[in-house]
């Protein structure tokens, strides 16, 4: 199983959170977004300048910085048994 | 007759952008204040309104995910709801994301478990499109509460809230508590002995040791899951197809800063346009207006000094301020309303997010922006909604860098004059494109400033960033209208008339109080002559923008005001007759640049400065947002006005 984080998902492409490695303040954020293990992520955007990203989870669309969604560790759908 | 209780509390909570706003206006109509939470700048709104079953105080709090967290706004409902202010609470949700609601859900539940309490499950309309299908009473019996499935943009429906507030007296039976896993429990257990307090104080208290948070929030989400489950027979999915089309062109890669860019210079094509017509209507009016309190005077024989004050003092320059003002504003306010609640604006901070942040700032800083166009004063108070205290205050002692409306007639009208050739069926889009370009201006120095105060006065790196960007919506625009003009435009035009009156007895007091032959406007004006010309003023025009500290929209007023005093003016305001005025003082197109761009950038008017204070609590600050635009607006105007010279 390959481990990847949230940035490295191309628009389209799905993932499954693992784990967090945010520090406190962001981990709180993240947390109530709904980012626990086990939730499926979809990247479904860039803007312009490729960096926030726009993500899918529990029905909404969060942008997330690539700074920020390095510590958001996932595992890749396509990778998934 | 039923003899008059007192009114029952309510508070109405809930995330951001699940139309908490359209539940509280639905209910209270126009029976509402906003205010600010004690202590906190937290924006607060309370209503009352009456049902069939008695009269309740709507409390609306801040929009937000957790009650967890830390900031402001989070603490402000935390607190709120701990205390026993509220003797029921509402919670709006948003039925195309139901699960994450219910986390919000479930943390209210358990702060309070013997509160009565209610489920407003919203945009059930808006669900159903998706191909979501829920059970309100499914949702009921998973959560042991009434829950009210509803559209709340439906006034009909909101019918159904109030009974069902009505029936809701007696707390719920057996709201569902969240459990956690049974070390959690047994930790929550040992601090509630520990420390003597309730278990909702063991559990924040726990939630915020590192060893707990992800197991609590996971625990919380988890059974916010199970019951939205229980509730939805169909999932549906999150992002309707017609989202991610307009999402591909507003947030495209090629599309998104060309659309931006016509979506604001179209604004503005209609501000300017729209507005020529009631603008020369409202004029003529208060000319009449004028006529009349003039002859009403002479006729009770009222002095012709006094006639003068009230006639050409006061009442013309509260008119040139009304007739200038009111219809842009009547115009802008309400498109970028329909913007705010179309959900555009959002894509806007998620466009400009990447700028801002190589700018070592925040994208909501755009939003701020934003609100700048429509007023200053407005854009620093919403600087709010800015996490990180440092990214904070560089939006808000850059915002008076973008006109505001208060100085969108002052550059249209010399633009209109000076820049635009005459009388061509092109020149409201000319103009409009000259406007754009000075706005450009104004967003290009915005960005310069906050980088450089990001290297020097305020140092450091762009924090940690989350945005929603919640689905596109249609905007209701008999509500964008009534909110748009009461909260906006009457607010800015009152406060703009309020100084008007004032700042027009001075000015006429300067204009006809006299020594040595000369009024005292003249001798303030030839005292600030010579620094004037440095930056391509003269005296009279900076006297102008230094008396016109109070409001912004009056400058042009007191700088025609005075050369008419010098004895050039006769009639009413029209741009047809401010041309000879201006041209006979030495204005070229060299000398309107200058004004326009002194115009964008020197001090802000003094309303927004006291918001800067109000804001920050510091005069340092305060002082700052005055220095820095002033500072650029000299050393641009000075430049552009040796370059004039250089080629003349």
Known sequence: MQKRSLCDLAPGERGTVTALTADAGMRRRLLDIGFIPGTPVTCIGRSPFGDPAAYLIRGTVIAIRKKDGRTVRLDREANRP | ?648
Request: glycine residues 8%.
């Open chain 2, 1 to 648: 007759m039923t003899p008059t209780k007192p009114c029952r509390t309510v508070a109405l909570a809930g995330n951001p952008n699940v139309g908490k706003s359209t539940v509280f206006n639905g209910l209270t109509g126009l029976r509402q204040h906003t205010g600010n939470w004690p202590g906190k700048t937290v924006e607060t709104a309370t209503g009352q309104f009456q049902t069939p079953g008695g009269c309740y105080i709507l409390v609306d709090l801040p929009g937000t995910y957790s009650l967890l967290a830390h900031s402001a706004e989070e603490e402000v409902a935390r607190d709120y709801l701990c205390s026993n202010a509220a003797d029921a609470v509402i919670v709006v949700c948003d039925a195309t994301c139901l699960e994450r609601n219910l986390n919000l859900v479930l943390q209210i539940i358990e702060l309070a478990p013997d509160r009565p309490m209610l489920v407003c499950l919203n945009l059930m309309d808006e669900a159903a499109r998706k191909g979501i299908a829920l059970s309100p009473e499914a949702l009921s019996r998973a959560l042991g509460l009434p829950v009210v499935g509803l559209s709340a943009r439906r006034p009909r429906e909101l019918a159904r809230l109030t009974a069902a507030l009505d029936a809701l007296i007696a707390p719920p039976a057996a709201p569902t508590l969240p459990r956690y896993p049974d070390d959690i429990e047994a930790a929550i257990a040992a601090e509630m002995a520990a420390a003597s307090c309730p278990r909702r104080q063991a559990l924040l208290t726990l939630s915020h040791d590192p060893a707990y948070t992800d197991r609590i929030a996971a625990a919380l989400i988890a059974q916010a899951e199970s019951i939205a489950h229980a509730a939805c027979a169909a999932p549906g999915c999150g992002y309707a197809p017609a989202d991610r089309r307009i999402d591909r062109i507003v947030t495209g890669r090629f599309t998104a800063y060309p659309v931006m860019l016509v979506l604001l210079a179209g604004i503005l094509w209609l501000t300017v346009q729209g507005a020529n017509y009631p603008s020369a209507w409202l004029s003529s009016l208060f000319g009449v207006l004028e006529e009349l309190l003039s002859r009403g005077l002479s006729a009770i024989g009222a002095p012709a000094w006094l006639r003068s004050l009230l006639g050409e003092g006061i009442l013309r320059t509260l008119g040139q301020v009304v007739s200038v003002m009111l219809p842009p504003m009547a115009i802008f306010f309400p498109l970028f309303t329909l913007l705010e609640d179309a959900g555009f604006l959002p894509r806007i901070a998620y466009n400009l997010d990447r700028p801002f942040c190589a700018c070592r700032a925040c994208g909501k800083q755009a939003l701020t922006m934003c609100m700048g166009f429509g007023c200053n004063a407005v854009g620093v108070s919403g600087c709010r909604i800015i996490d990180s205290p440092r990214e904070r205050l560089l939006a808000q002692l850059t915002n008076s860098l973008v006109p505001c409306n208060g100085r969108f007639p002052t550059l249209i009208a010399l633009i209109t004059l000076f820049l635009v050739g005459g009388g061509g069926r092109w020149d409201g889009l000319a103009a409009a494109l000259w406007l754009t370009a000075f706005i450009l201006l104004g967003i290009l120095a915005t960005f310069g400033m906050t980088r450089l105060l990001s290297a020097s006065l305020l140092r450091g790196m762009p924090s940690a960033f989350t945005l929603e960007l919640p689905p596109y919506r249609p905007p209701k625009l008999g509500q964008v209208l009534v909110r748009s003009v009461l909260d906006r435009t009457l607010f800015v035009l009152g406060r703009a008339a309020a100084v008007a009156a004032p700042a027009g007895l001075l000015i006429w007091l300067l204009a006809n109080c006299s020594f040595g032959g000369t009024s005292l406007l003249g001798h303030l004006a030839a005292f600030l002559d010579p620094a004037a010309r440095l930056i391509g003023l003269d005296g009279v025009i900076l006297l102008g923008f230094i008396l016109g500290t109070p409001a912004n929209e009056i400058v042009l007023p007191i700088i025609v005001m005075t050369y008419a005093a010098e004895g050039q003016m006769d009639g009413a305001l029209s741009l047809d007759a401010l041309r000879p005025l201006l041209t006979a003082h030495g204005w070229d197109a060299g000398r309107a640049l200058c004004v326009m761009l002194f115009s964008l950038f020197h001090w802000p008017c003094a309303t927004t400065l006291l918001t800067v204070r109000r804001e920050t609590g510091s005069w340092r600050q305060t002082a700052l947002a005055a220095a820095l635009p002033t500072a650029l607006g000299v050393a641009v105007c000075a430049a552009v006005n040796l370059l004039f010279h250089l080629m003349v």
